[in-house]
T-cell receptor, first 112, second 114 residues
Framework: ETGVTQTPRHLVMGMTNKKSLKCEQH?????MYWYKQSAKKPLELMFV???????ENNSVPSRFSPECPNSSHLFLHLHTLQPEDSALYLC???????????FGEGSWLTVV | AQSVTQPDIHITVSEGASLELRCNYS??????LFWYVQSPGQGLQLLLK??????LVQGIKGFEAEFKRSQSSFNLRKPSVHWSDAAEYFC????????????FGSGTRLLVRP
């Protein structure tokens, strides 16, 4: 139990599908993150939300669309993805000023 | 700009042997420093962190790390490795002036020989 829960753990989708990844944190944190982890690449920060406002968007293609309806929930909406988008997507959270990030177990995404 | 280098992609040690994983960072001021561990198919788990104070920090699972400002290093150590320590280890640096600019190294994969 990490305090950050991601669903689904595994997702296979076609390039024309629309799907969403969900993240929920039970730690009372105010910031939430999406990271992408591909084979042989460093962790890539995709999006950051602080107090439900997006504060970072690291040049992520528009086929990835985040949503943060409240400080406990974060979504990553996926549409018209490419095979190279196949990766482990990690959600994380932290206190706004705490600077210690806690990760979920990740969602394995395969685009076929 | 911040950066983190983990020079060893793979390290193999025998069970019971000591371990040191290297991490070097680049940052203009005092950074926040972290070590995370990732088991296959899992997310990242925080092992330990350094914010300020004592430069030798203790973490979970018997790990420790030492911040050496003069060498810009934050190496992770364990005196006796267990087979369950086989995993990937990530060093990360955070900016003191930002709560979310956490930059990760590319990781070191630890293999443990029986």
């Amino acid at each position: 139990e990490t305090g950050v829960t991601q669903t689904p753990r595994h997702l296979v989708m076609g390039m024309t599908n629309k799907k969403s990844l969900k993240c929920e944190q039970h730690l009372g944190h105010n910031a939430m993150y999406w990271y992408k982890q591909s084979a042989k690449k460093p962790l890539e920060l995709m999006f950051v939300y602080s107090l439900e406002e997006r504060v970072e968007n690291n040049s992520v293609p528009s086929r990835f669309s985040p949503e943060c309806p409240n400080s406990s929930h974060l979504f990553l909406h996926l549409h018209t993805l490419q095979p190279e988008d196949s990766a482990l997507y990690l959600c994380a959270s932290s206190q706004v000023a705490g600077n210690t990030i806690y990760f979920g177990e990740g969602s394995w995404l395969t685009v076929v | 700009a911040q950066s983190v280098t983990q020079p060893d992609i793979h390290i193999t040690v025998s069970e019971g042997a000591s371990l040191e994983l290297r991490c070097n960072y680049s940052y203009g001021a005092t950074p926040y420093l972290f070590w995370y561990v990732q088991s296959p198919g899992q997310g990242l788990q925080l092992l330990l962190k350094y914010f300020s104070g004592d430069t030798l920090v203790q973490g979970i699972k018997g790990f420790e790390a030492e911040f050496k400002r003069s060498q810009s290093s934050f190496n992770l150590r364990k005196p006796s490795v267990h087979w369950s320590d086989a995993a990937e280890y990530f060093c990360a640096v955070g900016a003191v002036d930002s709560s979310y600019k956490l930059i990760f190294g590319s990781g070191t994969r630890l293999l443990v020989r029986p």
